[in-house]
């Protein structure tokens, strides 16, 4: 066998047998013999071509058997495909944990403009966010509930190929990403998975026909490995909820943790995605996971289990107490010129606006600036009067006017009366 027989094969359209893709895989990740210009014209036949059902399955179990995998659990899992704003999992972990799942959370850190969940945990000081897998179980088993970044040794040939994919223009490919995804869930030995697919201009899935797409794939992986699993689309037309970056984000939770907010759009998908995992993992009714679900928050029981696992990993949960310390020097609250109905021109553009105030890493060494935020006014559909304000922007240093206008321009306010479309946009059951 060698890479080139096999990259023409695929070149004529033919499908690949299981020994070839791991072949591929092995030999790019663990044998070094076949080289990043070899692995980079493989990548561009699979985006080109695509992946059958088999294929997909293969490459994926080629990228999980690449490290370690922990044994099958009947643990609960969430992973969302990367939106802005989205502080699911923040709120996740301690209402499972109240409701009495157990959750072992793998997350990433924000590279370019998307966030990342161990970040936002990174806000309280001194959080340790580098379980080892042993530390992160133990954890699981004792309290509930653990998160941790990626460990090397977890799918290391994802992490090598998804760079690659990165500067190759070869991200965007559906079986690639369906199976660079359920690889890792895979590796975490959950049996219950859901995965939140955004889409939307602030998502790299712009439209239905690809999300749908994207999450029989998924589903179909997860099925042949035994795993049962719920994909949920939401729409990212518009940011989920009103704050976005790190510390911001950690300041909404917890107000809606204390009960002081109740953001109808964190709300619907929180409850869906709790109510789905309880129902299914825990074998209640519907209307059971609801009752426990509203019982935990407004019990203050899910506030109780969110400062538990800030506390088991290192960090100081007295933070909850004093939402000014998410808060940084500078509040520059922005108005609008114009009345009317307000839209977002694309939602990701929050994101790599914030980039510049170091709310985000623009090369995996950069520090950030976890105080760095929006909160947004008014969102999808609201109406604004002139000089009503659209939104605040928290920053270490003093924004420039161009920098304000950039996040202005975000904004379409128009006389049109649009409709807000809603949140759940779409799911493929268990
Ligand atoms: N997220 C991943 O983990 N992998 C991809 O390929 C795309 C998004």
Redesign the pocket.
């Known amino acids: 066998m060698n890479i080139v027989e096999i990259i023409n094969k695929k070149l004529t359209n033919k499908p690949l047998t299981e020994e070839e893709i791991s072949f591929t895989v092995n030999g790019f990740v663990s044998e070094d013999s076949i080289s990043d210009e070899e692995m980079t014209e493989w990548l561009k036949v699979v985006f080109e071509f695509g992946m059958n059902d088999d294929e997909t399955f293969w490459y994926t179990k080629a990228l999980v058997d690449s490290g370690d995998s922990l044994p099958l659990e009947d643990r609960v899992d969430k992973h969302s495909?990367?939106g802005i704003g989205d502080k699911v999992t923040l709120l996740l972990l301690p209402i499972s944990m109240a409701m009495g799942m157990n959750m072992l959370k793998m997350s990433?850190r924000s590279l370019g403009f998307t966030g990342g969940t161990i970040d936002k945990f990174e806000s309280f000081d001194n959080f340790n966010a580098s379980l080892s897998i042993e530390e992160a179980s133990k954890q699981v088993e004792k309290i509930g509930a653990a998160i941790t970044g990626q460990t090397p040794n977890l799918t290391p040939a994802?992490g090598k190929i998804?760079a690659l994919?990165d500067v190759t223009g070869t991200?965007n490919s559906i079986p690639?990403?369906a199976?660079?995804?359920m690889s890792?869930k895979i590796a975490t030995g959950a049996k219950y998975i859901l995965i939140d697919l955004k889409v939307g201009s602030g998502a790299?899935i712009k439209n239905m026909d690809d999300a749908m797409i994207l999450g029989d794939t998924m589903k179909n992986i997860a099925t042949k490995y035994g795993r049962e699993v719920f994909i949920l689309m939401t729409s990212m037309d518009r940011p989920l909820g009103q704050y976005i970056g790190n510390g911001a984000e950690v300041k909404e939770v917890i107000k809606i943790l204390t009960g002081k907010s109740k953001d109808e759009d964190i709300y619907e998908v929180i409850l869906k995605i709790a109510t789905e995992l309880a129902m299914k993992s825990k074998g209640l009714t519907e209307e059971e996971t609801k009752v426990l679900f509203h019982e935990v928050i407004d019990s203050g029981q899910a506030l109780e289990a969110f400062k538990e696992l800030i506390a088991a990993q290192g960090g100081n949960p007295e933070q909850i107490h004093d939402l000014s310390y998410f808060t940084p020097y500078y509040r520059t609250v922005i108005k609008t010129n114009q009345a009317g109905y307000v839209k977002f021109n694309d939602v990701s553009d929050f994101g790599k606006a914030l980039l510049e105030f170091g709310a985000g890493r623009i090369f995996k060494t950069d520090k950030i600036d976890h105080s760095a935020g929006i909160k947004i006014e008014k969102t999808f559909g609201e109406y604004v009067e002139r000089y009503d304000t659209l939104f605040t922007l928290f920053s270490s240093t003093e924004p420039t006017e161009d920098q304000l206008e950039n996040i202005k321009s975000i904004f379409n306010i128009t006389k049109e009366k649009i409709d807000k479309e809603n949140i759940i946009i779409g799911e493929i059951k268990w």
């Open positions: 495909t990367g990433g994802d998804y994919r991200v690639l990403i199976a660079s995804i890792k790299f």
